[in-house]
Structure formats: structure tokens, C-alpha cells
């Protein structure tokens, strides 16, 4: 290839390497602008608040399966030891007391009564009260049921402070009405006790039921957000790309998508100003020519003497300057959307957006330092 020929097709590729150099820059300004102002930041302020009532929903929807799931525990022991005081075990200790009247053993009545009634409360609260405590431990305290251990054990401390001063062992007959009224009173408890364990899982399966409908509704809120801020970036960004990114990925993506354009933006320009310069060569131009601005433009990264290599740096400065400024705002929303934002309320995304802005910031500090030296160095060797 002959001297002129090499010099047509350096000139060539100068005058299409900067058409290319001024339009990474200005699309790359406008992109970062409009999925900035069109997408990311109403994405914030739209869904604020919204993850963060979607989170206690979940939260609150979960302790409610919980305590569902717990209800039929209780239920069943309920059950058991209703069967149990069905059955009046402590009439085996009335008996005994029969007996003992009847073969004229008890030289104290009062005291050997009073002894059966502690060993029939004793063996209510092992056999009734304790299964009955470890069923509920696990129900919040504001549940109903979790109190029926303690109105057992007033119960049987009411009838144990009822019985004890009369004289209920004197006759057969009250022994029997007393064995009687003992379990007449538990099992009324207790039956009370079944029926406000159906109740409260019915009450507990209608909230649960609203929650998830209304978790429903917030996640369909959000995800209608999301198609209606992805039809608006598909809109931005390049017909080849539309349909590779969602809305969320672009959250975490944005910075890595801006440093990305700061990269080619310097590496295309370095490569331009490299034909500059073979172009410079083959017309042989001195050193003070190649600076002179008006043989060049604000976009060849090259010493253009003082006020033009400012206004190249202040060209560069302001495309760089400006991606790093969306960087920063993408993840510093408005005041008013920040807390309760989508993106500051997920943590997998927040994670990933703040290791995308830190690794973005570096290589936009990298492509402004890359500028600063060129115009220097080569100044300096020019």
C-alpha cells in the first residue's frame, strides 16, 4: 500500500473514529439520562414502601401459619385430657377414702380428706395441666388458648380452698357429689377450651386468608410497575438488546452498563487519535501543528495547546462526569423513596448495586485519569 494511500484511509478512519467518539459519548449521556429519569428513579419512588409491607406481610402471614399449624396440638391433647378427666380417675381415691371411713381407720377425718384432695390436685396438674402447658408453650401470649393451663390451675386451686374447711367427707353421698362436681367443672373447662381452639383457627385461617390476599395485591402492583418501566426501557435502549434485561437486572446492571460505555468511549478515542496522528505523520505536520485546535476537534484525545486540550478535558469530563453522576443517583434515590425502595429493601439487590457502583466508580476515575495523562504526557512530548 503506497504513502498516499495509507494517508487517505488514516484520514478516513480519523473523520469516522471521531463521528464514533461523539456518539458513544452523547448516546452513552442520553441512555444513562433517560433509564436514570424514565426507569430506575421511578422505580423507587413508586414501589416505596411497597417491599418493605410486602416483608412484614410475609413476616406476619408466616407467624399465622404457625400458630395454625400449632392449633391442632392443642386440639388433640384438649382432647386427651377431656377423655381422661371423662374417665374421674380420682374416684380410685375417693374409694380409698370410703374405705378407709368404712374400716374406721381415719383418726383424723379432716386432715386424711384434705390429703386426697392434694393428691387428686396433684395428679390433675401432672396428668392435665403439664401436657397441657407443653402444647401451648409454643402459642403467642395473646392467644386465648395459652391461658387455659392457668384457668385449670385456678380451678383446681378454687375448689381445693371450696372443699377443704366444709365437711365433704362426712357421708358417702357427698364424697360421691363431691367426685362429681370435681369433674363437672374441669370438663367444662376444657370443653370451653375446644370450642375457642375451633374458633380461634377459624379467626386465625380468615387473617391469614386477607394477608395473602393483600400480599397478592402489592407483589401484582409491583410486578405491573415493572412491565409498565420495562415497555419504557426496551424503548432506550438498542432494538438488539430489548428483551435481555428486566427492570430489577437493570438495578444491579446500570453501572456496570455506564462504566462500560466510559471504557469504550476512551479505548475508541485512543484508537482514533492514533490515526490522527499516522494522518499528521504522512502530511508532516510539525509538533506545533498537531496541537493546533483548529486542525482537530474537542473529541481527538490529543494535545490541542491549553484552551483546546481544556475543552477536550471538559468534553470528557462532562460525559464521564455525568455517568458517574447517574451512578451515583441510582443508588441514592430521592429522599422520599430511599427508605422504603424496592432496591434499598431486597438485599440480594442492594449487595449487588453497591459492588456494581464501587467497581463503575473505578473504572470512570480510571477513564478520567487515562484522559488527564494522555493530554499531559503527550503535551509534554509533543
Known amino acids: 500500500m503506497d504513502s498516499a494511500t495509507k494517508l487517505k484511509r488514516?484520514?478516513?478512519?480519523?473523520?469516522?473514529?471521531?463521528?464514533s467518539v461523539r456518539r458513544i459519548g452523547i448516546g452513552g449521556v442520553a441512555f444513562a439520562l433517560i433509564i436514570l429519569l424514565a426507569v430506575i428513579e421511578p422505580y423507587h419512588i413508586k414501589s416505596a414502601g411497597k417491599q418493605s409491607e410486602i416483608d412484614t406481610q410475609k413476616s406476619d402471614l408466616a407467624k399465622l401459619r404457625a400458630e395454625i399449624d400449632r392449633i391442632?396440638?392443642?386440639?388433640?391433647?384438649?382432647?386427651?385430657?377431656?377423655?381422661?378427666?371423662?374417665?374421674?380417675?380420682?374416684?380410685?381415691?375417693?374409694?380409698?377414702?370410703?374405705?378407709?371411713?368404712?374400716?374406721?381407720?381415719?383418726?383424723?377425718?379432716?386432715?386424711?380428706?384434705?390429703?386426697i384432695l392434694d393428691e387428686i390436685a396433684s395428679e390433675l396438674r401432672t396428668d392435665v395441666i403439664l401436657p397441657l402447658r407443653a402444647a401451648t408453650?409454643?402459642?403467642p401470649e395473646?392467644?386465648?388458648?395459652?391461658?387455659?393451663?392457668?384457668?385449670?390451675?385456678?380451678?383446681i386451686d378454687d375448689w381445693l380452698e371450696r372443699y377443704k374447711p366444709v365437711r365433704w367427707w362426712s357421708t358417702r353421698l357427698r364424697k360421691?357429689?363431691?367426685?362429681?362436681?370435681?369433674?363437672?367443672?374441669?370438663?367444662?373447662?376444657?370443653?370451653?377450651?375446644?370450642?375457642?381452639?375451633?374458633?380461634?383457627?377459624?379467626e386465625l385461617e380468615a387473617a391469614a386468608a386477607t394477608k395473602a390476599k393483600k400480599l397478592k395485591g402489592i407483589e401484582t402492583a409491583i410486578q405491573n410497575l415493572e412491565a409498565e418501566l420495562q415497555k419504557v426501557m426496551e424503548r432506550a435502549i438498542p432494538t438488539w438488546a430489548r428483551g435481555i434485561l428486566t427492570v430489577k437486572q437493570m438495578l444491579v446492571?446500570?453501572?456496570?452498563?455506564?462504566?462500560?460505555?466510559?471504557?469504550?468511549?476512551?479505548?475508541?478515542a485512543l484508537r482514533t487519535s492514533r490515526h490522527f496522528h499516522a494522518m499528521a505523520d504522512g502530511e508532516g505536520?510539525?509538533?506545533?501543528?498537531?496541537s493546533d485546535p483548529l486542525?482537530?476537534?474537542?473529541?481527538?484525545?490529543?494535545?490541542?495547546?491549553?484552551?483546546?486540550?481544556?475543552?477536550?478535558?471538559?468534553?470528557?469530563?462532562?460525559?464521564?462526569?455525568?455517568?458517574?453522576?447517574?451512578?451515583?443517583?441510582?443508588?441514592?434515590?430521592?429522599?422520599?423513596?430511599?427508605?422504603?425502595?424496592?432496591?434499598?429493601?431486597?438485599?440480594?439487590?442492594?449487595?449487588?448495586?453497591?459492588?456494581?457502583?464501587?467497581?463503575a466508580y473505578g473504572f470512570l476515575v480510571a477513564a478520567i485519569a487515562v484522559v488527564i495523562v494522555v493530554l499531559v504526557r503527550d503535551r509534554q512530548t509533543s
Not at 388458648?145 to 385449670?152: H, R
Not at 369433674?183 to 376444657?190: H, P, R, V
Open 10 to 19: 488514516h484520514t478516513q478512519l480519523w473523520s469516522s473514529g471521531e463521528t
Open 72 to 115: 391442632p396440638e392443642v386440639q388433640n391433647q384438649l382432647g386427651a385430657v377431656t377423655n381422661k378427666i371423662t374417665e374421674q380417675p380420682w374416684t380410685d381415691e375417693i374409694q380409698k377414702l370410703k374405705d378407709e371411713f368404712a374400716a374406721g381407720e381415719v383418726a383424723a377425718p379432716r386432715q386424711r380428706s384434705n390429703e
Open 137 to 139: 408453650a409454643k402459642l
Open 142 to 155: 395473646g392467644n386465648r388458648l395459652a391461658k387455659v393451663p392457668d384457668e385449670l390451675e385456678r380451678a
Open 176 to 202: 360421691d357429689e363431691t367426685a362429681y362436681q370435681i369433674g363437672a367443672e374441669l370438663t367444662s373447662l376444657l370443653n370451653g377450651a375446644l370450642e375457642d381452639a375451633a374458633k380461634i383457627k377459624r
Open 253 to 268: 446492571l446500570f453501572p456496570w452498563l455506564l462504566a462500560a460505555i466510559a471504557i469504550y468511549l476512551v479505548v475508541t
Open 285 to 290: 505536520w510539525s509538533a506545533e501543528d498537531r
Open 295 to 359: 486542525l482537530s476537534t474537542p473529541w481527538t484525545l490529543t494535545p490541542r495547546r491549553i484552551p483546546g486540550s481544556i475543552a477536550t478535558f471538559l468534553t470528557y469530563g462532562s460525559v464521564l462526569g455525568v455517568l458517574g453522576a447517574c451512578v451515583y443517583r441510582s443508588q441514592h434515590p430521592p429522599t422520599s423513596a430511599a427508605a422504603g425502595s424496592v432496591q434499598a429493601s431486597v438485599d440480594v439487590i442492594a449487595r449487588q448495586s453497591s459492588l456494581s457502583a464501587m467497581v
